[in-house]
C-alpha cells in the first residue's frame, strides 16, 4: 500500500480509499477497501490489561503491529508491578526462557562468556557503591544474610534484553520479578560496563507488551524446545 502512496499526493479520503484498493500482493492477492461515514468517540484509549485479554501472534518482524487476533479470550495477566507494590519472583521456566538466542540476539555460548566475564566486575563496583554509602567497610562477609533474588547475572541480562529493543522497562521487571524502577537503575548501571567491553547486540523488530506476548512468541520461532532449557542465569 505504501507503495502505492509513494509520490501520490493523498488530497482527499478517495484518493487513499482508491490506492489502497489498487494494491495486488506478489501471490495475486488483492484488496478490497471502502470508506467508513460511520462517527466514532475519539480519545478512546485501550488499556494493558485489555490488551493482554486478547489471544494475539504477534509475528517477528514489528510484533507492535504485525499481529493476528484470534477469536477466543484469554484471562489478564498483570504486565508490570504497580508502584509501591511487593514484586513477585518471576516464573523459573519463563525466566530460563529469557537466554533463548532468538531473544538475546546471541547465542548462549556467547551469554555464558559474557555473564562470566562481566558479572564480577558488575559485582565490584555494586560493592564499592555500596561501602561509600556506608562510609566503611562492610561487617558482614560477602555471600551473607538472604540470597538475592535480582542477580548480577540477571542484571546483564535484562540491560542485554533492553538493548534488542523488545522489551519495556515494566516488562522486563514482571518477568524477572521486579520493579520497573529496579529495572530503570539496572539498565543505567549495567549499559556502560556493556558499553565499555564493546558489547552489541543487534536490534529486534519483535515488540512485547505481556509475558504471554514472550512466551508465544519463544513458543513459535524460540531455538530451544521448551523442555530442554538451559539454566544460564
Known amino acids: 500500500m505504501s507503495m502505492n502512496w509513494r509520490g501520490r499526493p493523498l488530497t482527499s479520503h478517495e484518493v487513499?480509499?482508491?490506492?489502497?484498493?489498487?494494491?495486488?500482493?506478489?501471490?495475486?492477492?488483492?484488496v478490497r477497501a471502502e470508506l467508513n461515514t460511520g462517527a466514532y468517540p475519539t480519545g478512546v484509549k485501550v488499556d494493558d490489561a485489555q490488551v493482554d485479554a486478547l489471544t494475539m501472534t504477534r509475528r517477528r518482524?514489528?510484533?507492535?503491529?504485525?499481529?493476528?487476533?484470534?477469536?477466543q479470550q484469554r484471562g489478564p495477566t498483570a504486565t508490570s508491578t504497580p508502584h509501591g507494590a511487593?514484586?513477585?519472583?518471576?516464573?523459573?521456566?519463563q525466566h530460563a526462557?529469557?537466554?533463548?538466542?532468538?531473544?538475546?540476539?546471541?547465542?548462549?555460548?556467547?551469554?555464558?562468556?559474557?555473564?562470566?566475564?562481566?558479572?564480577?566486575?558488575?559485582?565490584?563496583?555494586?560493592?564499592?557503591?555500596?561501602?561509600?554509602?556506608?562510609?566503611r567497610e562492610r561487617q558482614r562477609a560477602p555471600g551473607a544474610g538472604p540470597r538475592q533474588a535480582f542477580t548480577d547475572p540477571d542484571r546483564i541480562l535484562a540491560t542485554l534484553l533492553y538493548q534488542r529493543g523488545c522489551f519495556t522497562h515494566a516488562l522486563l521487571g514482571a518477568l524477572f520479578g521486579?520493579?520497573?524502577?529496579?529495572?530503570t537503575r539496572t539498565i543505567q548501571e549495567t549499559q556502560p560496563l556493556l558499553d565499555q567491553h564493546e558489547c552489541t547486540v543487534p536490534r529486534s523488530t519483535a515488540r512485547f507488551t505481556?509475558?504471554?506476548d514472550v512466551t508465544a512468541y519463544i513458543d513459535a520461532y524460540g531455538t530451544d524446545p521448551p523442555n530442554n532449557i538451559k539454566h544460564a542465569c
Not at 521486579?178 to 529495572?183: A, D, L, V, Y
Open 16 to 30: 487513499i480509499v482508491q490506492s489502497i484498493a489498487a494494491t495486488t500482493t506478489r501471490t495475486g492477492l488483492t
Open 61 to 71: 518482524f514489528h510484533g507492535d503491529w504485525n499481529y493476528t487476533l484470534h477469536a
Open 86 to 93: 511487593e514484586p513477585q519472583q518471576g516464573d523459573p521456566r
Open 97 to 135: 526462557r529469557l537466554t533463548d538466542p532468538e531473544l538475546t540476539g546471541i547465542t548462549h555460548s556467547q551469554l555464558d562468556t559474557l555473564i562470566s566475564k562481566l558479572a564480577p566486575i558488575q559485582a565490584a563496583r555494586r560493592e564499592e557503591q555500596r561501602r561509600h554509602r556506608r562510609g
Open 178 to 183: 521486579t520493579s520497573s524502577q529496579t529495572i
Open 210 to 212: 505481556t509475558p504471554a
